[in-house]
């Protein structure tokens, strides 16, 4: 491991050393380093393979798109090396090699790049017969890391945080709008996803440790500003509308509600684009400047710099301060401007080379680089006789940046070509949401400074609703991007994006296929695809397409940035994940007695109680017999519960169900169906009136949430002065029933439960074993009955209550199966089970709870056209012959006429008092009398036969449920 | 290596024509004038100029081509629908899709995977059976399937749904398939412009003129044209268009947002998709997950992201499949889906002579856009709908014969 002396700010911990792996080789490194600069210390070059032609990578940029070393941590994938910390006794392989990064069997298709021009693979291989095979083929080839079926599911942690201003990018510009909208009154959040805020201000030196300093002074003003937060090591990874900033570390995601955003978040150093400009030891100037000062390590001995811009000759000024000997700076400015850094580097003894170019790089037998060869460039067209070679192990690319502007363009902001600065630049931004610094177009450090306090000061301004007005910052100076970084060359691998091992060949190649706007040329090269998603390369692809169609960049216009700025791991997304379940008051005393639960919604119900020693459907029958014969309860407490209130509570319910509901009596219930706008059966439930302005009402489980939401949504138009209650969780609720079940209540109950006083379909409140309730008489299993609705926290005593009232009459719970089969007894359908999404009222023969007299309720229109047309099909009652001892149909098993579909089978049962399998089915209308025979196909394909009959199937004429009269 | 790629390495220039229209003016009229130029409007286009000698076509763009639902599906392609219509329309679609390639000479990676579409609640395995009764009814491969089966399939997955929604069953449909979306408007495009068809891109229709109740023009961005046929195939555009010429329909807009992961080895061949989690998810053949969820629960015209989407989704694909915890999200996008009341598409003529639709395609355009083309191109040429579209009239919505497609949905919406 061979490093720089100390820097004054490097991030490494050289008294803590870090030992790891890499492809199976061990390395030292420092607590601090990343990955990448830990092994360049110890002299690794080649660090990945590329993603197309399996080229040797190295570093490009420090900056988290090296996406050409990402390397597999064990269960983690995808690890970026030129970011992610080194950890001690970390196992690296690097992912996209077939038997090592050295000896990458697939290098070979480096040599048959040809053959493989953009978009080859729409070319070929789409031979029915062969394109399987070939398709294998691909995905064993590409793909990245590995996925470990045995990876835990990692819960993460979530947070919510509010902040005045949110400030993207901690560099020179971000801080010192911190700081001006903390001076402001504002509070501000900074965030930074490095591990330490002060940006380029800390590393693009220069040799100016002026510069330095007056960071640190910024960096202790907002460390030490009790209006400041800054988080360190945080993604701003998206921005979503109303300043909603999702911002992700290493172990949680914080969701940030900001009241004004200021982007600060600087910009991307482009690769200038020659021949072999991927070959390990060229890198981004910034990159080797990242290396330098932040882990201390000399990015090469000798390196040939390719500049178009101040920046370029202050990299050359930081690695003649680390020791590194630079060979020349080749310019691809035709004159070199006279500023500062010019004149300091070569008063240090360095040739620079103005019109000059890096015409091609040279790699030894490693794949890396070894010498580059200068030509004169204008236009970038190299005129080869000017050709001089220099050896090197080392090129740094500084021609031209490109704005981080992701957030700003996901915020909606118009951005601008600035032709001087040869950069996009904010037009419009949305209101509160503020830019500065790179971003900005503005990029010397006295003007970073002056534009980021006039953006902190607007938005501080925004938020505390005080009037502004600041003249703009105006980008100074030459500018920092070179109109076209691109030099050609007749044998191409002169790289564009090195995601995608994309050249400029690629780009010239797509357009001449007619791929010639800048939305069809990225998706058939996948230009900005890859997992960097065009941070180093969609500028440059932008300039390249805008020559080739004769545009400006302005006109060419961008892709849309969409998020997420860098990856996010979807442990981070998922956090502890939301999966309401929902259990009802009684839930222990169901598992006490055995029940086995089944999902209904959200809830979980009893399906039946097992009984030890039966059978599951031994168990549903018993339970079903008891309510026939003796009495039993069941937990009806998941029903949808709503109560409305208000002068026009009785107008609002009639609008929403088809009957008449202002008929209702107080002290009185009814049976009520809603339908939708199309007149489809949307849900059912039974309507109490329990006073003149006051209605109790229940909805189907699966119903509730879906009947109170389209309840609140229906009244917030209709605005009739009531209230919706949702009372769903607020009350406990069971249905006692069977023919004792009078019995069992008396006793313990202070209302009067006598026919007279309490007849079928009334509604009581009174006590029941102390216990303020609400009883209403009804009969869907086919008993008498009484469900029982008491406030939640009552509900296990009501229960215990029932129970023991009930021990000497042989009391027992039933669950939903053995309900399921005693509605059907009755005939009674299931919405959703025995409806779908057409059905309305007039097919499941609910003629009579339709009153198409009345004003208007909802779906009245479509059910009067309906009822004037002939039905296409009828839900009808059928049974299986005594005895059968074939195939059983199962719901929605298909009914064939004619070789036909003719309808479906909804729900069927064998009937413990019946003796028989009784159903409901969809048929043809002319087929529904009763002793029509027809036939239902099972799951192999033979055919059952099945008669029609008249439903109630048991107890026709409901005598067991109400008093006679 | 193919043979066919032989030619890039011996050619000194890249040996491939333009693939599409160049830039050119646009005529003073056209035989047929075809709005948007994402998949089914390409595909209207190129069937008119094959099968029916119609080649005087524009097909206009507003933006460029295949820059609508077709770049932002998430690519899956099946027909095990629950009506009768809808299964005899997507097989035909499927049967469409697996010679789509070589008719192109342009490979879509049209890759048959398998497509489960799992049952986590017993009315959800009725619906099941449902749907594979009546697919088999159609010679369409589809069975109910149980959770061992599923299991031995994807032996990853968490059977149980981290114990939350465990799956009880699942419809398997083994011709299930996902394609390279975006090659697919180009392999028409393509093939239409071989044809004579011109594609205008950047070209924005602004007006429709009706005289008499006949279709008499179309106004542009870039000028008049002249002609008695429009056909309407712009998707989450279709309310602004339908308004040009006075005509209701019940579409309603929903945002339908879908992401991608970064590219991993493959380990997922089939195709999965949970109504109860409201997730779908595919490998593609780069790696990267495609994943899905139900359509945004309210009307929006608009293309906009949400986190709640990403966080919603990422939990869900968690409980299904707990190990892919460290595997990042790259992108994620939206488009607009065109809802219908019954689930089912709007095609076919309309009130106005000469303006035909194509919409109403909610969540599932992509999978019908070939056997969408050959029938709109049909109804085009002959001016009488094609048979196997007749279920999707624009006028079953007066008439109260609705199709029914709800229950096929891939997730609830």
Redesign the interface.
Request: charged letters at 20%; glycine letters at 8%.
């Given at each position: 491991m061979s490093r720089l002396p100390q820097r004054p700010d490097e991030w490494i911990d050289r008294s803590r050393q870090v030992r790891f792996r890499f492809e199976g080789r061990d390395y030292v490194g420092f607590a601090g380093d990343a990955v990448s600069s830990a092994l360049w210390a110890s002299g690794v070059r080649t660090l990945g393979r590329s993603f197309k032609y399996h080229r040797p990578r190295g570093i490009l940029s420090m900056a988290n798109h090296d996406v050409n070393v990402l390397v597999q941590d064990g269960?983690?994938?995808?690890v970026r090396g030129d970011v992610v910390p080194v950890r001690e006794g970390m196992d690296l392989t690097a992912v996209n090699t077939w038997g090592g990064l050295a000896k990458d069997r697939v290098r070979f298709l480096d040599r048959?790049s040809?053959?493989?021009?953009v978009g080859?693979?729409?070319?070929?291989?789409?031979?029915?017969r062969w394109?399987?095979t070939w398709?294998r083929m691909?995905?064993?080839i590409?793909?990245?890391?590995?996925?470990?079926?045995?990876?835990?599911?990692?819960y993460t942690h979530k947070r919510y945080d509010f902040c005045d201003v949110l400030v993207i990018g901690g560099g020179v510009a971000g801080l010192s709008a911190a700081l001006s909208a903390a001076d402001a009154g504002a509070s501000v959040v900074l965030v930074d996803e490095n591990a330490r805020v002060g940006g380029s201000g800390m590393y693009q030196l220069g040799g100016d440790t002026a510069q330095r300093e007056a960071v640190r002074g910024l960096i202790a003003r907002a460390r030490g500003h009790k209006n400041i937060r800054v988080f360190e090591s945080t993604l701003a990874a998206?921005w979503?509308?109303d300043q909603?900033v999702?911002l992700v570390d290493a172990d949680k995601l914080t969701?940030m509600r900001a009241r004004a955003t200021v982007m600060a978040s600087g910009a991307f150093e482009q690769p200038t684009v020659f021949r072999n400009n991927d070959l390990p030891g060229v890198m981004l100037g910034s990159a080797m400047q990242r290396l330098i000062h932040r882990y201390a390590v000399q990015p090469a001995r000798r390196v040939v710099v390719t500049a178009a811009n101040a920046d370029g000759y202050r990299v050359a000024l930081d690695l003649i301060d680390a020791g590194v000997q630079v060979l020349a700076v080749a310019d691809l400015r035709d004159t070199l401007p006279s500023c500062p850094a010019v004149e300091k580097v070569r008063a240090r003894g360095v040739e620079c080379l103005p019109g000059t170019g890096i015409y091609e790089a040279h790699a030894d037998g490693s794949g890396e680089v070894t010498a580059v060869t200068l030509c004169k460039v204008r236009e970038g067209v190299a005129d080869t006789s000017t050709a001089r070679r220099l050896d090197c192990d080392g090129v740094a690319m500084s021609t031209g940046w490109a704005p981080a502007a992701n957030l700003l363009y996901?915020a909606g902001t118009k951005m601008r070509f600035d032709e001087r600065l040869q950069q996009f630049v904010p037009d419009v931004l949305p209101e509160g949401v503020f830019a500065c610094g790179r971003v900005n177009g503005v990029f010397a450090l006295d003007s970073k400074q002056a534009d980021g306090a006039r953006a902190g000061a607007l938005a501080a301004a925004h938020v505390l609703g005080t009037a502004l007005e600041v003249d703009p910052v105006l980008p100074g100076g030459e500018a920092p991007s070179h109109p076209w970084p691109v030099v050609k060359h007749p044998s191409g691998k002169n790289f564009v994006d090195f995601d995608e091992d994309l050249q400029v060949?690629d780009f010239?190649?797509a357009v001449?296929?007619?791929?010639d706007?800048i939305?069809?040329l990225k998706?058939?090269t996948t230009v900005g695809m890859g997992?960097s998603?065009g941070k180093h390369s969609n500028m440059t692809a932008l300039r390249i397409l805008a020559r080739l169609v004769g545009k400006s960049p302005q006109q060419v216009g961008t892709t849309?940035a969409?998020?997420?700025f860098h990856?996010?791991?979807?442990?981070h997304?998922?956090?502890?994940?939301?999966?309401p379940?929902r259990r009802s008051p009684l839930h222990g005393r169901h598992a006490a007695l055995g029940a086995v639960f089944?999902?209904a919604g959200a809830w979980e119900r009893p399906e039946y109680y097992a009984v030890p020693s039966k059978s599951r459907i031994d168990s549903i029958h018993d339970e079903v017999r008891r309510v026939r014969t003796k009495v039993a309860v069941i937990d009806v407490g998941t029903l949808g519960k709503i109560e409305i209130r208000g002068p026009q509570a009785a107008e609002f319910l009639n609008r929403v169900y088809t009957a008449r509901i202002d008929l209702l009596k107080v002290g009185g219930t009814r049976y009520g169906i809603s339908c939708d706008e199309?007149?489809v059966l949307t849900d059912e439930g039974v309507i109490a009136r329990l006073a003149d302005n006051v209605y109790y009402f229940t909805t189907t489980t699966s119903g509730a949430a879906l009947v109170y939401r389209e309840m609140s949504r229906l009244n917030s138009e209709w605005r009739l002065e009531c209230g919706i209650i949702n009372l769903t969780g607020a009350y406990s609720s069971v249905n006692l029933a069977g023919p004792d079940c009078r019995k069992v209540l008396g006793p313990i109950c202070d209302a009067d439960l006598s026919p007279e006083a309490f007849p079928y379909l009334a509604v009581r409140e009174g006590k029941v074993a102390g216990i303020p309730a609400r009883m209403m008489r009804v009969g869907f299993v086919g008993e008498w009955g009484y469900e029982i609705h008491v406030p939640a926290e009552y509900g296990p005593a009501l229960w215990d209550a029932l129970m023991q009232a009930g021990e000497p009459y042989g009391i027992g719970p039933f669950g939903v199966e053995a309900q399921r089969l005693l509605r059907l007894e009755k005939g009674h359908l299931i919405v959703?089970?025995d409806t779908?999404?057409?059905t309305h009222p007039f097919e499941v023969s609910m003629d009579w709870a339709v009153k198409l007299d009345k004003p208007f309720f909802v779906g009245q229109r479509?059910l009067k056209?309906?009822k004037q047309?002939p039905l296409k099909r009828k839900l009808a009652g059928f049974k299986l012959p005594a005895g059968y001892s074939g195939q059983v149909p199962?719901?929605?098993?298909?009914v064939i006429v004619n070789g036909e579909?003719a309808g479906?089978v909804t729900s069927i049962y064998w009937s413990p008092n019946l003796g028989h399998h009784i159903g409901l089915a969809f048929l043809p209308p002319d087929m529904t009398a009763p002793g029509t025979a027809f036939q239902i196909?099972v799951?192999d394909?033979s055919m059952v036969s099945a008669e029609v009959c008249e439903t109630p199937f048991f107890d026709p004429q409901d005598l067991r449920q109400k008093e006679q009269a | 290596m193919p043979w066919r790629l032989l030619r890039f390495g011996l050619s000194s220039k890249h040996p491939e024509p333009r693939m599409f229209t160049a830039p050119t003016e646009l005529r003073a009229s056209y035989d047929v004038v075809i709005i948007g130029a994402g998949g089914h409007g390409l595909a209207a286009a190129y069937y008119l100029a094959r099968e029916h000698g119609i080649t005087n076509v524009a097909v206009l763009e507003k933006g460029y081509i295949g820059g609508g639902n077709t770049g932002r599906n998430t690519t899956i392609i099946r027909s095990n629908y629950l009506t009768p219509e809808g299964v005899k329309f997507y097989d035909a679609s499927v049967q469409l899709w697996q010679d789509l390639s070589e008719d192109f000479d342009l490979n879509l990676f049209y890759s048959t995977r398998g497509h489960f579409t799992l049952a986590h609640t017993d009315s959800a395995v009725r619906t099941m059976r449902w749907r594979a009764e009546v697919n088999k009814h159609y010679g369409v491969d589809s069975e109910l399937v149980g959770p061992d089966f599923v299991k031995r399939a994807c032996p990853s997955i968490d059977i149980s749904c981290n114990g939350h929604a465990p799956i009880l069953g699942a419809l398997y449909h083994a011709p299930g398939s996902i394609a390279r979306h975006d090659a697919v408007a180009w392999g028409y495009g393509r093939g239409a412009c071989q044809r004579g068809v011109e594609i205008h891109q950047q070209t924005a229709v602004t007006g429709i003129e009706v005289k008499g109740g006949k279709v008499v023009g179309v106004q542009t961005s870039r000028g008049h044209i002249a002609t008695n046929k429009v056909l309407c195939a712009v998707a989450g555009s279709t309310p602004r268009v339908t308004d040009m010429v006075g005509i209701k329909t019940p579409i309603y807009i929903h945002p339908l947002q879908a992401m991608v992961s970064e590219p991993m080895k493959p380990w997922l061949d089939h195709i999965f998709v949970s109504g109860s989690l409201h997730i779908y998810i595919s490998q593609s053949a780069r790696g990267e997950l495609v994943m899905g969820a139900s359509l945004d629960p309210y009307e929006l015209h608009s293309t906009r992201s949400t986190l709640d989407f990403t966080e919603g989704l990422s939990a869900h694909m968690l409980d299904m499949f707990p190990f892919l915890s460290n595997v990042k999200v790259n992108r994620q996008w939206s488009g607009m889906a065109d809802m219908t009341p019954d689930f089912a598409p709007v095609m076919g003529k309309t009130p106005v002579e000469g303006f035909y639709l194509d919409s109403g395609w909610g969540t599932w355009g992509f999978k019908a856009t070939p056997v969408c083309g050959k029938t709109m191109a049909w109804t085009v040429a002959k001016d009488s709908p094609h048979e196997l579209i007749t279920g999707f009239s624009l006028d079953r919505f007066r008439n109260y014969s609705l199709t029914g497609e709800k229950g096929a949905a891939s997730v609830g919406h």
């Open positions: 269960q983690r994938l995808n048959l040809a053959f493989l021009p080859f693979y729409y070319k070929a291989f789409y031979s029915k394109f399987p398709e691909f995905r064993a590409t793909g990245l890391g590995r996925i470990d079926a045995a990876t835990p599911h990692i998206a979503y509308a909603w999702p969701k996901q060949k010239e190649n001449q296929e007619g791929y706007n939305e069809l998706r058939f997992p998603q849309t969409r998020p997420f990856p996010v791991p979807m442990s997304l998922a956090g502890r994940g939301f999966n379940h089944m999902p199309t007149g959703s089970q779908d999404g057409l479509s056209i309906l047309m199962q719901e929605c098993h298909l579909i479906r196909r799951t394909g | -």
